[in-house]
Every structure is written in structure tokens, then in C-alpha cells.
């Protein structure tokens, strides 16, 4: 998904990559961490995760696209397979600078909401959360849940395409009060990411890389 994803966003924008030095590739245990980094044009920042484990039983891929010279909210996808059960979610987090009218993903929830639910425990970033965001979690959900992520990836860009030009500074330090709390106050990715890889090389995949703040 993590590469359909990318070939996508290159239909709309050039994707440059980003150097990342030894932090491209990470081996804890049986983890093992792929990491790419863009630049995308005229718009911000793209981060994707491509992680397996448990000899391929396991895998996650993630994409974060971070909009720094447009105003929009961040995003982030995310696919993981374990053990027969799939996980897609889709998020927006409030890192825009004006409020944006996101009602057209109201029918995208409704054409997926026969989908088991993904449930979270309650989370510090829970009002930061944007309507549009949704999460599934059951066996055998990969072909739609796929679907449902390419759907609200279209919709998004689509945002994207139309979002005003903005102060990238203003737009960064917005970007920034979510990453510093992020860190601060963890959250589920980050605190595995932080038992795997310790805080330093978290640290620094999370702020120059997945955001580049």
C-alpha cells in the first residue's frame, strides 16, 4: 500500500528525496525498519515506514504527508497485517492555521461504516483528531480497507490541490506543537518506536524526518 500510495502523490507532485544517512534502514531483533523521506514539491513533507517482523507475519507500512506551504491539516496512513487480522486507518490532525470545510468525507465514512471498528484507548491526541479520520480492524480486510484508504487519499489530495498558499514558518510551528507533545506525552506508534530504537534516533525520525520541524 505504502508504494501506491507514493505513486499516487507523484501523479499530482515531484517527490525529492530526502537523505537519511544510517537512519534509512534499522534492524532491532526480529524488527526490521525500512525509512524514505521527500520532499514534495510545493507542498511539504512526506515520511513512509515500511516495518516487518516475526519473519514477515507481521508488517505495518505508513505514509505522513505534512503540508508546510499549504494550509491543511497533516496526515497519515497506515496498513498493518498480523496474524491473519488487517488494520487500515486513515487520520487528520488539526495542524492547520485556518479551519477547512472536510464535510466531503462524510459519505466516505458511511460507504465503510459496516467495517468492524479499529477502538483505541483514549489518547491525549483525541482532540486533535479530525472527522474525516477513520479506522478498521478485522480479518480479511485488506482488499477493502485498501479501497477505503485509496478513496480518502484521492479526497485528500484533491483538498490539497485546492488549499490557499500559506506563511510556511506560521504553518511549521504548528506542525511543531503536535510533534513536541508527541514526544512528550507518546502515543502508540511512538512508544514502540521508542522501545525499539531508543529516544535519540526517535527523536530525530520524528522531527527531521516524519515532519520536518
Known amino acids: 500500500m505504502r508504494d501506491e500510495i507514493l505513486r499516487r502523490i507523484r501523479e499530482e507532485y515531484p517527490l525529492i528525496p530526502r537523505e537519511m544517512g544510517e537512519l534509512k534502514k534499522l534492524k532491532k531483533g526480529m524488527y526490521r525498519f525500512e525509512f524514505a523521506c521527500y520532499r514534495v514539491g510545493e507542498i511539504g513533507n512526506l515520511f513512509a515506514i515500511d516495518m516487518s517482523a516475526m519473519f514477515g507475519l507481521m508488517k505495518m507500512e505508513t505514509v505522513v ?8 491539516s497533516f496526515c497519515n496512513f497506515d496498513v498493518v497485517h498480523a496474524m491473519g487480522t488487517d488494520t487500515c486507518i486513515f487520520e487528520m490532525y488539526d495542524t492547520g492555521i485556518s479551519e477547512r470545510d472536510l464535510s466531503s468525507f462524510d459519505p466516505l465514512k458511511e460507504k465503510y461504516a459496516d467495517l468492524p471498528a479499529y477502538e483505541t484507548k483514549p489518547r491525549w491526541y483525541d482532540s486533535w483528531r ?28 484533491r483538498l490539497l490541490a485546492q488549499a490557499p498558499a500559506c506563511d510556511p514558518e506560521e504553518k511549521r510551528e504548528r506542525n511543531r506543537r503536535y510533534v513536541d507533545r508527541l514526544l512528550a506525552e507518546g502515543g502508540a506508534a511512538v512508544d514502540s518506536m521508542k522501545k525499539l530504537l531508543g529516544e535519540e534516533k526517535t527523536d530525530r525520525l520524528i522531527r527531521r524526518f516524519m515532519f520536518d520541524v
Open 65 to 72: 504527508l505534512t503540508p508546510v506551504e499549504r494550509d491543511l
Open 130 to 157: 479530525l472527522s474525516p479520520s477513520i479506522g478498521k480492524r478485522g480479518k480479511g480486510l485488506a482488499a477493502r480497507g485498501e479501497e477505503m484508504l485509496e478513496e480518502h487519499l484521492n479526497e485528500y489530495l
